[in-house]
């Protein structure tokens, strides 16, 4: 009997995501001053900021259990999603990336925020005087990941009506 192979074979997308959050979180941290900016396109700014909360600074003003909050949710979510590419073939291609993205962004964010408390965000898009909420590496694998899920479920759910 031949041992299909599972989602499981998509974690080095995570491990590739998790390694380039926390590098790039590290050589910003170690080069930029807390709000220095560096203007490198008209519309892009690398700034080094910190967000105590999730994505765009929610829940950021409570007095400091969100960062527990949003631990333990990173393990819960990522646990369900390794679980969900256990259960998968390795020929979902699509869901299985969204998921290890999904993965690696989530726990990067989960490392840096347990070791120091926040988050380092540091990509800066704007348009005159409106900022987008600065992100990270994370926030990208993350929103790939979930733009990913979502164009599988409409070619899912083309395939069905077919």
Request: hydrophobic share 50%; glycine share 4%; charged share 15%.
């Given at each position: 009997m031949?041992?299909?192979?599972?989602?499981l074979?998509?974690?080095?997308?995570?491990?590739?995501?998790?390694?380039?959050?926390?590098?790039?979180?590290?050589?910003?941290?170690?080069?930029f001053?807390?709000?220095?900016?560096?203007?490198?396109?008209?519309?892009?700014?690398?700034?080094?900021?910190?967000?105590?909360?999730?994505?765009?600074?929610?829940?950021?003003?409570?007095?400091?259990?969100?960062?527990?909050?949003?631990?333990?949710?990173?393990?819960?979510?990522?646990?369900?999603?390794?679980?969900?590419?256990?259960?998968?073939?390795?020929?979902?291609?699509?869901?299985?990336?969204?998921?290890?993205l999904?993965?690696g962004?989530?726990?990067?964010?989960?490392?840096?925020?347990?070791?120091?408390?926040?988050?380092v965000?540091?990509?800066?898009?704007?348009?005159?005087?409106?900022?987008?909420?600065?992100?990270?590496?994370?926030?990208?694998?993350?929103?790939i990941?979930?733009?990913?899920?979502?164009?599988?479920?409409?070619?899912?759910?083309?395939?069905?009506?077919?």
């Amino acid at each position: 009997m031949k041992n299909k192979a599972s989602g499981l074979s998509f974690l080095w997308l995570s491990a590739v995501a998790f390694i380039l959050d926390l590098l790039s979180k590290y050589i910003v941290t170690q080069n930029f001053e807390l709000y220095e900016s560096v203007n490198i396109l008209p519309i892009f700014n690398l700034t080094y900021a910190r967000n105590t909360g999730a994505a765009f600074s929610f829940l950021a003003d409570h007095s400091g259990w969100q960062k527990y909050f949003f631990i333990v949710l990173a393990i819960v979510i990522s646990a369900v999603l390794v679980y969900f590419l256990k259960k998968n073939s390795a020929n979902q291609k699509l869901q299985n990336s969204a998921y290890a993205l999904i993965i690696g962004g989530a726990l990067a964010n989960m490392v840096d925020r347990a070791y120091n408390g926040f988050v380092v965000d540091f990509f800066d898009f704007y348009w005159q005087d409106w900022h987008y909420p600065v992100f990270n590496v994370a926030d990208i694998a993350i929103c790939i990941g979930a733009s990913l899920l979502a164009l599988d479920a409409f070619k899912n759910s083309e395939k069905k009506k077919e």
